[in-house]
């Protein structure tokens, strides 16, 4: 059963009163036990649990099953949403915004354990701007086995333009960008960024993603990068680049420090500046 705490602290952002706070409070615990007595005891796939799985290109591990939006045989299918937020009437069902939602078969499911799902109601005033509740439903945890080193994290695009790297999370921008494909395969070979190449060669998968970040006064620098050169915010920057399994990261400090200036324009100070941006704009290893 949840607890009053927990149930405030996830309800925290809402300006209620005390007595506005119990009623709610009480409509949580109607919910949980009314799914609990409904779904509780069922032991296959149900309505309320929470799914791992993957597309091939990204990995859901906080996926969910949901309503049956496609109408297939309940005893056999489920229907998984990526990335959804469930609003439950009473505990008895589910109506979920988000998606995207994707049938399965019961029997690919693996269980692995207990979780629990955050779900919404209305509160007790009724429908209406922020009056939502929410609270935790306990439910199975299953996975639908993949292998990790098989998942798609990033693509590289071979363009005439260049060299492209775009994560599978993030398909609005490109994490990196190379001016050659010896820029690109320089890179890859000292950061330890592992592709394969598709069949006629315009493009290239890769298990791992890039991403970019800042070492801070609050977030410590790396100890175990190796140095790179860094385009950051319009500068190369000496920054450091490290490796995991699934991801390669590119770190450079962000510390304000009023006493360093830019150097004028014109000076010697300046056009060496503008020689190393050159050499390594898009090109990380300046070959």
Known sequence: MITFERFEKLNQQHRWSDDEMQKNYAIALKVEKNYMEIFGSIKEPKLGDM????????????????????FEDPN?????????????????SFQTSGGAFHGMDKTSLVYVGEDENIVWTWGCHGAGADQ???????VNRWIIPY???????????????????????????????????????????????????????????????????????????????????????????????TK??????EWWENIHKPNQKQPAYGTPEYR???????KYYNNPMGV
Not at 203 to 210: C, D, G, H, L, W
Not at 272 to 278: G, N, P, S, T
Request: glycine share 6%.
């Open 76 to 92: 056999t299918r489920v229907c998984i949403c990526e990335n959804g937020s469930s609003h439950t009437h009473s505990g008895r």
């Open 147 to 241: 292998n990790p080193k098989e998942v798609k994290r990033s693509t590289v695009y071979f363009l005439e333009d260049g060299i492209h790297i775009q994560n599978s999370e993030s398909c609005m921008c490109y994490a990196h960008t190379f001016n050659s494909r010896k820029a690109f395969e320089a890179w890859a070979e000292y950061t330890g960024y592992e592709y394969q190449m598709n069949e006629d060669g315009s493009r290239a998968f890769s298990p791992q993603e890039v991403k970019q970040k800042c070492w801070t006064e609050v977030v410590s620098k790396p100890g175990n990068g190796k140095p790179i050169k860094v385009l950051a915010n319009g500068h190369i920057r000496d920054g450091l680049v």
């Open 272 to 278: 060496r500046q503008m020689e190393e941006h050159w």
């Open 244 to 249: 995991e399994e699934f991801c390669i990261t």
């Open 51 to 70: 799914v791992e799985f993957t597309d091939g290109f990204r990995v859901y591990k906080h996926a969910s099953i949901v309503e049956n939006v496609y």
């Open 132 to 138: 939502s509740i929410y609270l935790p439903l306990k």
